[in-house]
């Protein structure tokens, strides 16, 4: 037995997935909201029996170590190391690293060195004396500087560059962590005379770093940021989650800030709950990342007009991955970082008067617009029905709809009237206009959805039976989807030689292409079909006539589209009209009976 199949045998992929998803037991399946994509309905479906997953909503599935690898955004050699260790599993040998995993962990330990040597001058070099009194001057606390891994980057020309080097790391593998740049004079320091902090993963690798200036009056960049490099993506990571993530999960609630002094001067005066958004834009990625700590989001972001938009753009994300948001008015200062050390108290007493998202984007709107001249009414209202169009629950729209009418002074049948005019011209945006091509990509769509689902039927139900069923309806079929064809081959050719029909043997049959199509047939939610035997037989008869019906609607159109080309010859154009005469008498007959 290999190293992949003991662990397997040891661990439950429910268990595995239940730790991290919300599940619910769901006919012989477990069902819950898709971890890789943002959803309001589950489509993401765990099967214990063939321990997979699979998401009908983004595509995404596999077996318990694909979970983690997509989950935890790590390699095959990761997941396997993490599984095994869980497992109580002693790896007969160590994975054999890819270039790709080799390089990334390369880089990662650069960067762990790298933020030695910037802690180190920071907090023992006199080339670190202007950073640390910076610092002090805005109240960072040595602890702070040890728990951060903050340091300091001095004015050299490439003075890490030689230190790493002397470590035996090559300047062209430090280029490609971001560390360095490459010059006429060969490789240089990326930052220089700069504060650094060190932007870490939330299992706390150092995947790069940001570095700001000391002097506020320098003409450079405030902030410079690693390049993205095979670790680091700005969407991906948030700044301190590795120190207060168990705070956020503790309190069941993450405040979002935009930069890395708002939460250390945060951290310090009690408020561990926080994490920044790198570039104050908040990702997909980070509202999945913290939906494993949190139900709740409060934005913090900085009271200008900048901090304001990024909320807006942070608000839809965090609002589709389920969140309950509220929003925080800094209460003095530009930002967090000043609120909170002018007066620690005021900033809590603010988080926990923090409101609503539907109330902050009302007030917002009329903060910026005159609320009494008829353009400024028309900009609110235009703004705020897009958000009271996503409220779902009746009451809670018609309180936000009676706000809205108070402030602009008008009745809330004029705001109805007007909600129902914006959905119903944004649903008309989103028809398809309707032309040949389009008709043909749905219809075609509705085919292979059809198949599909005719597998499903096949997969979990009474195989053996449906197989000989299936090959008496199409004897000579060209499937429109070619897993779907492959994986009833192969079926057909399983079953020659067997009486029982075997889910989890079949599987191992399967080349690795074709495992995401028999897992999303199998996985489909059919239970309710699949055990009833009448109603099993019915949805079956019923999906195969759909099949023939489709099949020789899409031939009637290739051969309607051929009888079109000027150029073809007379004896195939005989050929094709014979052929379109027979395949509509069938269609007939087959909608006539159906």
């Avoid at 599984?83 to 054999?96: D, I």
């Avoid at 809330?412 to 043909?440: C, H, N, V």
Wanted: glycine share 8%; proline share 4%.
């Amino acid at each position: 037995m290999t190293d992949t199949d003991e662990i397997k045998s040891r661990l439950d992929i429910v268990d595995i997935v239940g730790e991290r998803v919300k599940l619910k037991k769901a006919g012989r399946n477990f069902k819950g909201l898709c971890p890789f994509h943002t959803e309001k309905t589950p489509s993401f479906v765990v099967s214990p029996d063939r321990q997979t997953f699979h998401c009908f909503g983004c595509g995404k599935g596999g077996d318990i170590f694909t979970f983690v690898m997509e989950y935890e955004r790590v390699d095959f050699s990761e997941a396997l190391e993490t599984l095994a260790e869980r497992a109580g599993v002693t790896l007969t040998r160590k994975p054999a690293d890819t270039p790709e995993a080799k390089l990334k962990q390369t880089i990662i330990e650069a960067n762990h060195l790298a933020g030695e040597y910037y802690q180190y001058l920071l907090t023992k070099h006199a080339v670190g004396e202007k950073a640390r009194l910076y610092l002090k001057n805005r109240g960072i606390s040595d602890k702070s500087i040890k728990t951060f891994t903050l340091g300091y980057s001095p004015n050299d020309w490439d003075g890490l560059c030689s230190f790493l080097h002397k470590k035996g790391y090559e300047p062209g593998v430090l280029e490609k962590a971001g560390l360095v740049l490459a010059g006429r004079r060969g490789h240089y320091d990326r930052f220089r005379g700069r504060i650094m902090f060190a932007l870490k993963d939330h299992r706390g690798n150092i995947v790069g770093f940001s570095g700001r200036v000391c002097d506020a009056h320098t003409k450079e960049a405030k902030y410079i940021n690693t390049s993205e490099t095979p670790v680091y993506t700005k969407g991906d990571v948030l700044y301190a989650l590795d120190v207060t993530k168990a705070a956020i999960q503790k309190a069941n609630e993450g405040i979002l800030m935009e930069g890395e002094l708002d939460v250390i001067s945060s951290f310090q005066a009690g408020i561990s709950n926080v994490v920044a958004i790198k570039g104050s834009a908040l990702t997909e990625h980070h509202a999945r990342l913290l939906r494993r700590f949190t139900e709740r989001l409060i934005f913090a972001l900085d009271s200008d007009s900048a901090g304001d938009a990024a909320s807006r753009r942070g608000i839809a994300i965090a609002e589709s991955a389920g969140f309950d948001m509220r929003v925080l008015t800094v209460p003095t200062g530009k930002d967090p970082d000043e609120a909170v050390r002018e007066n620690p108290g005021l900033f809590k007493k603010a988080i926990r008067e923090s409101r609503p998202i539907y109330d902050y984007f009302l007030e917002s709107a009329i903060s910026r617009y005159d609320a009494k001249s008829p353009y400024g009414k028309k900009k609110i209202a235009e703004e705020y029905y897009p958000v009271l169009s996503k409220i779902e629950n009746p009451i809670v729209r018609g309180h936000y709809i009676r706000k809205l009418s108070h402030a602009l002074d008008s009745s809330e049948e004029s705001i109805r009237e007007g909600l129902g005019k914006m959905t119903a011209y944004g649903a008309r945006k989103q028809i398809p206009k309707g032309t040949g091509d389009e008709m043909e990509k749905i219809r075609l769509t509705r085919l292979e959805k059809a198949e599909l689902y005719l597998l499903s039927l096949m997969l979990q139900g009474k195989t053996a039976m449906c197989v000989g069923m299936l090959f008496d309806a199409f004897p000579n079929k060209e499937w429109a989807v070619r897993p779907v064809r492959e994986i009833i081959s192969r079926i057909r050719e399983y079953m020659s030689s067997r009486t029982v029909f075997d889910p989890a043997v079949f599987a191992k049959t399967l080349p690795a292409e074709l495992i995401s199509s028999f897992d999303e047939a199998y996985l489909w939610d059919i239970s309710e079909i699949v055990d009833d035997k009448i109603k099993f037989m019915r949805e079956w008869e019923k999906t195969i006539r759909e099949v023939q019906r489709l099949t020789l609607r899409k031939r009637m159109e290739d051969i309607t589209a051929a009888l079109r080309d000027p150029d073809i010859q007379n004896d195939n154009y005989t050929v094709l009209q014979t052929e379109l005469r027979v395949i509509t008498a069938s269609l007939g007959a087959l909608e006539k009976g159906a």
